[in-house]
């Protein structure tokens, strides 16, 4: 009997429409187009300005593009899953709320949050599920809502950030196609680097905390750097290493859009091709937890059944990681 892996069966996305360009920053704060295309690689990034409207709205539609593409019914779903650093409220999950409203009358459903590899690490919870043999259609959704922590007067991180969100569904499969291995990684000492200080257990909100202006991300952005070339470029050479890759065995690196600097540093450690490196950061900047799910929305059309997938990942806390996926579909 074959063994079970857990195959990605269909993707959706979705992003707002309103585009916050770098010129329209250059207005809002001290900073040039140039520059900000020489060190991050981002033209543009899209808002949700609609009010009232927060992450939940992003996942749902990116939900229902991928339902109406793969024409699947919600009530047969197993298993919501939201990767997320930008929930829509405390306590009270996201996915709940997102599943009730596509229609996954049937599935439970929960929160993941590991910053920026949100997404990576669903990735793994999802495969695991469906590889128990218990559940048999696994719906991962990284979406955020980055402008709603974002300072806009703060131009380290204004530039960078970006709203959208992208899904995929894991579904059993048994050609040996699907998630073939993980290298997942974290460390505390991150936590002083990027962060937001109000608004958990150990500060609470407060007028002091709020004109203090503590509730928007901050970030160490030299350290992260650092930290985030170092790590992504060490688990993907790792897991390459591991399963006996060459740079010729991977067709695509997804790498998280971060900044162009760290994903073409990790592409030339692998020694990919420029051509097998997916990037669309220029379009949306950093989406966070939908960065990933985005670039394989974008370019599902170039993937061919049994194509090589190396995922790479890099977000707060420390959290990182690789995973190694074959493809398991040709694009319709």
């Not at 596509?102 to 690490?121: E, H, K």
């Not at 991180?157 to 290298?183: K, M, R, S």
């Not at 905390?209 to 350290?223: A, E, P």
């Not at 090589?308 to 420390?318: D, M, P, Q, S, V």
Request: proline letters at 2%.
């Amino acid at each position: 009997m074959s063994k079970t892996t857990a195959a990605i069966t269909a993707v959706g996305a979705y992003v707002p429409d309103f585009v916050l360009s770098n010129q329209v920053l250059e207005t809002l704060v001290d900073t040039n187009d140039e520059w900000i295309t020489t060190r991050t690689g981002i033209k543009e990034r899209r808002l949700l300005k609609e009010e009232g409207k927060g992450t939940s709205f992003l996942a749902i539609k990116a939900a229902q593009n991928l339902i109406d593409k793969s024409n699947i019914n919600p009530e047969e779903i197993d298993l919501v899953i939201v990767a997320t650093a930008t929930p829509d409220m405390l306590v009270a999950s996201t996915a709940v709320y997102v599943a009730t409203q596509i229609g996954a009358t049937n599935a439970f459903a929960y929160d993941l949050q590991a910053a920026c590899s949100s997404f990576l690490y669903g990735m793994s919870t999802a495969a695991a599920y469906i590889q128990s043999g218990r559940y048999q259609k696994v719906l991962l959704i990284g979406a955020d809502k980055m402008s709603s922590i974002i300072d806009y007067t703060d131009r380290a991180t204004c530039i960078i950030f970006g709203d959208g969100a992208g899904a995929v569904l894991f579904e059993p499969n048994n050609e040996g196609l699907g998630l073939q291995d993980e290298y997942l990684r974290s460390d505390g000492i991150g936590r002083e680097f990027l962060k937001i200080d109000a608004g958990g257990s150990i500060l609470p909100p407060s007028e002091e905390t709020i004109k203090n202006r503590q509730h928007f991300v901050f970030q160490d952005g030299k350290t992260v750097f650092k930290y985030a070339v170092s790590g992504m470029a060490d688990v993907s050479e790792k897991i390459m290493q591991r399963n006996n890759l060459t740079h010729d065995d991977v067709d695509w690196l997804v790498a998280h859009q971060a900044n162009k600097r760290i994903i073409d540093a990790t592409a030339n450690r692998m020694g990919v091709d420029e051509n097998k490196v997916l990037v669309n950061i220029e379009k949306y900047g950093n989406t966070t937890s939908a960065t990933l799910p985005l670039l394989l929305s974008d370019f599902e059309h170039k993937f061919k059944k049994g194509d090589n997938l190396i995922f790479a990942a890099f977000g707060g806390g420390f959290t990182w990681g690789s995973i190694y996926l074959k493809w398991a579909y040709n694009n319709k």
